[in-house]
DNA sequence: GAGTGGTCTAGACCACGAA
DNA sequence: TCGTGGTCTAGACCACTCG
């Protein structure tokens, strides 16, 4: 058992986490490097609470996310089993959390090729929640990953007046343009709103991704909002078929009612 | 405050469902129904364990499922802020959960077309986790939304030899396949892995749905395992642009690291 | 400085599954 | 019957926001 002051400066040490994540990341690298096979028992709460010399409710925080990212199920009278020794991620995307977001942008590159200032038509107006003449700033890029040459996504981005003299976003970008906001005006997006649907391709983007004209692809659009719920920025990609995937993985936790 | 006696003949009434989940339930209504707009703040934790007689814990716990819903953010020193008075859902399809699954099953329905047994070949093993020569249970169908008579999807189910004896899964269904497994044979979902992608329409799938070969239409792959990992159900589903999205909601609860 | 939500402890009772 | 995880209480200290 530590004192306080003991936390405290294991904490800084470690970058200020708290316990439930230091014990959640302890616990994902025991079951990913193989000291459980699938279908294996982790030990039980109480075993944990003295193993780690923490009180149960530190515990129950931490397995809730090897629950969540799809590691272990838990049940009454049985225990806490691992049904996945790996955690699903690859070169395709898997978000479950608005932090995620962060993530995927720092594992592709966006090179941003070309930034207008465009007077809105009634029917932008209508999809950018404002209202016709209003100036946004509109950017147009392509997505990389960096085991290919050829882009992912093309990928269109209005970004509301408020924030349009938003600085250095030319070229290649490892950030996420939303991140670049928060920090160039102090602004926080609490909540993004994902629609995904499959549309053809225009000359356009065809050119843009490299293949042909009409073929399909999964339009990806976001909108992010901050604490008032305004939209700060919406982004719209495109990507091609066979170069993108979305994957999920959703676990029960408890019986449906 | 109640005792314990008292508490248990409250929850038998509404259901026995847990304490939190009742005021998650009472909050949400709230919220929906006006009691607060946009930016407004809900009384503090420490406000309603008074109001409603339970621990902060139990208030945690329901705040918890009202950020996981979209409807509030809350934030250290400040509290608990409502970003969205209604719970968003649509014709669209709107997965957060692993028992969503089962709700959208019930707001459409699956007729399902042709049925058969197949001797599946090395390929076909490979994306089902078996071996060439085992023998499943391959279903065919559409899934219709009450607002439209053309169907929104055309859906390829591979069932599990161990499955394959499941009765009166012909025809229209309000229920999903997998539930039936689970009534049935006594089995558990305890996992799903989705996959989304682009591709281009077969002509049997195009026919099928009423629209041109070589269309392009949205792809939701959908693998149902068991707590042993086993595949248990592999639905292959394909929706053709401008009938279906797939619509996500994040929130952000406290700051990414 | 007062008040907020985030984290954490040390207890408790329960329904359920397995032996 | 015994141990599991699910729920719940009553405390506590902290970093943070705001007046």
């Known amino acids: 058992m530590f004192t306080n002051h003991e ?7 470690r970058g200020n986490q708290p316990r439930y994540v230091q014990l959640a990341n302890t ?5 990913t490097d193989g000291k459980y096979q699938i279908g294996d028992l982790l030990p039980t709460e109480q075993d944990m609470c003295v193993q780690f010399g923490v009180s149960r409710f530190t ?6 996310k090897l ?16 049904i996945s020794t790996q955690m699903t ?6 978000i479950m959390d608005i932090s995620d977001f962060y993530r995927y942008a ?14 809105i038509t009634a029917e932008q107006a209508d999809m950018l ?4 003449g209003e100036t946004w700033l509109f950017l147009i890029g392509n997505r990389f990953s960096e085991k290919s040459e ?4 093309y990928t269109e981005i209005w970004i509301n007046p408020a924030f349009r003299a938003i600085k250095g976003i030319m070229g290649k970008r490892s950030e996420a343009i939303h991140s670049e906001i928060e920090k160039q005006f102090g602004e926080t997006v609490v909540k993004v709103e994902q629609t995904i649907t499959a549309t053809s391709l225009t000359k356009k983007q065809a050119n843009a991704l490299q293949v042909k004209s009409g073929s399909p692809s999964l339009c990806i659009a976001r909108k992010y909002r901050n604490r008032k719920g305004e939209l700060i920025e919406l982004s719209i990609s495109h990507h091609p078929e066979t170069r993108f995937s979305y994957n999920s993985v959703f676990v029960k936790n408890n019986i449906p009612a």
Chains 1, 2 share one sequence.
């Open 27 to 31: 616990l994902i690298n025991e079951i």
């Open 67 to 82: 629950v969540q990212s799809g590691l272990v199920t838990r049940q009454p009278g049985v225990g806490s089993k691992v």
């Open 59 to 64: 515990v129950r925080e931490a397995l809730k």
């Open 7 to 13: 936390i405290d400066r294991d904490a800084f040490i």
């Open 89 to 94: 991620t690859a070169y395709s995307q898997n």
């Open 150 to 153: 050829l882009p992912i996504s």
């Open 129 to 132: 929640e404002g209202s016709a």
């Open 106 to 119: 720092t594992d592709t590159s966006l090179v941003i090729q070309s930034s207008e200032i465009i007077t």
